[in-house]
Nanobody, 126 residues
Framework: QIQLVESGGDVVQPGGSLNLSCAVF????????MAWFRQVPGKEREFVAA????????DYADFAIVRFAISRVFVKNTVVLRMHNLKLEDTATYYC???????????????????WGQGTQVTVST
């Protein structure tokens, strides 16, 4: 069983930065596909960024390109999402997700991931 614990959510002003962390328990992160999704009330959970198992290839939603960066910190068994130039529309609950080695599929698809964290709130506000 894999447990994911997100942290780092906060209230920031537009243009600000945040680093979100996802601590992974129960499995080392190297053989896992890892991703961040986000959700606002009344809307579907949407893909933000992913990093593939093994070689660590990355994929981003269009809105995340340039502003966001996903990376793995192996020594801490953690996945980090660095967010810059935050906008009001980035306000959401951000969820970490993990996909087992035997699962294949589009990195941007929710169905690729079997395990989810509880989420961390990011609020961008003036």
């Amino acid at each position: 069983q894999i447990q994911l614990v997100e942290s780092g959510g906060d209230v920031v002003q537009p243009g600000g930065s945040l680093n979100l962390s996802c601590a992974v328990f129960g499995r080392t992160i190297a053989p896992l596909n890892m991703a961040w999704f986000r959700q606002v009330p009344g809307k579907e959970r949407e893909f933000v960024a992913a990093i593939a198992r093994g070689n660590g290839g990355v994929d981003y939603a269009d809105f995340a390109i340039v502003r966001f960066a996903i990376s793995r910190v192996f020594v801490k068994n953690t996945v980090v999402l660095r967010m810059h130039n935050l906008k009001l529309e980035d306000t959401a609950t951000y969820y970490c997700a993990a996909g087992l080695p035997g699962t294949t599929g589009n990195l941007a698809a929710r169905t690729t991931y079997e395990f989810w964290g509880q989420g961390t709130q990011v609020t961008v506000s003036t």
